[in-house]
């Protein structure tokens, strides 16, 4: 049975310390792209036999993933796909709309023009794929803007614990747009928005939208799990 992964034409088998580097980017793009689906067992053995490794790769990778928060291994029973709950949601949209605040109010002085070009072509993409509801490279795209912002605070620490977060952030945002085709419109209307305060360099202002931006995803999102959970209550009512 296909377990949703598939081997990758870069994968290269020969570049042995990068191994588990490489298999954690392919699980890490099943997961988010719900190839591999919430609650899912992931095999040990089947990845070995696909990627053609032995162990030590794979479990070095489970690591990783286990770390980023998209698996949980339970000892004697299986390595699974971890399922999105609200709790999870809710703790890492609060955390990072305090850390991404943070980090734009710091990257305000250190942006150069280089950073800025970057930020409005990111942008600029944002605004082609939304006719095609192109979702993947929504995110990709979303992600560069953020990721120039956040490098830029030059804070060593907050840039790897926002990294993480936003690691299981794609993963929830991926299933959430991938629903809700308006979220497009009021991503492109926000970090305009956020462009504009970082031209101005108004550090206060946008330290609030940075912080109102991802909030306002949070309540979006949560509204859409409620209607998920109204949604799958009634479908069993029916059943009966």
């Known amino acids: 049975m296909d377990s949703g992964y598939v081997i ?23 997961i988010i792209q719900r190839q591999l689906k919430e609650g899912q067992r992931i095999v040990e053995s089947e990845l070995q036999r696909k990627f053609g490794v032995s162990r030590g790769p794979i479990r070095e990778s489970f690591r990783v993933l286990e770390r980023h928060g998209f698996i949980t291994i339970i000892p004697r ?6 399922k999105i709950l609200r709790k999870n949601v809710e703790e890492n949209f609060a955390i990072r709309a305090c850390l991404e605040g943070l980090a734009a109010r710091l990257a305000v002085s250190n942006l150069t023009a280089e950073d800025i070009r970057k930020m409005e072509s990111a942008l600029s993409k944002m605004a082609e794929v939304l006719t095609d509801h192109d979702l993947e490279s929504h995110l990709k795209y979303h992600s560069e803007f953020h990721e120039i912002i ?14 993480s977060l ?14 809700v085709p308006d979220s497009f419109a009021y991503g492109i209307a926000i970090h305009e928005e956020i462009f504009d305060l970082v031209i101005k360099k108004d550090a206060d202002r946008l330290e609030t939208l940075v912080k109102e931006h991802i909030l306002i995803t949070l309540e979006r999102f949560t509204r859409f799990l409620e209607s998920e959970d109204t ?10």
């Open 150 to 163: 956040c490098r830029a605070s030059k804070n060593n620490t907050l840039i790897g614990i926002i990294e």
């Open 77 to 82: 029973k299986g390595t699974y796909v971890r």
């Open 166 to 179: 936003r690691f299981q952030a794609n993963w929830f945002r991926f299933s959430y747009l991938h629903t």
């Open 231 to 240: 949604g799958n209550h009634a479908a069993r009512l029916a059943e009966l």
């Open 8 to 30: 990758e034409k870069e994968f290269n088998r020969q570049d042995t310390p990068l191994l588990s580097e490489q298999i954690t980017e392919i699980l890490t793009r099943s």
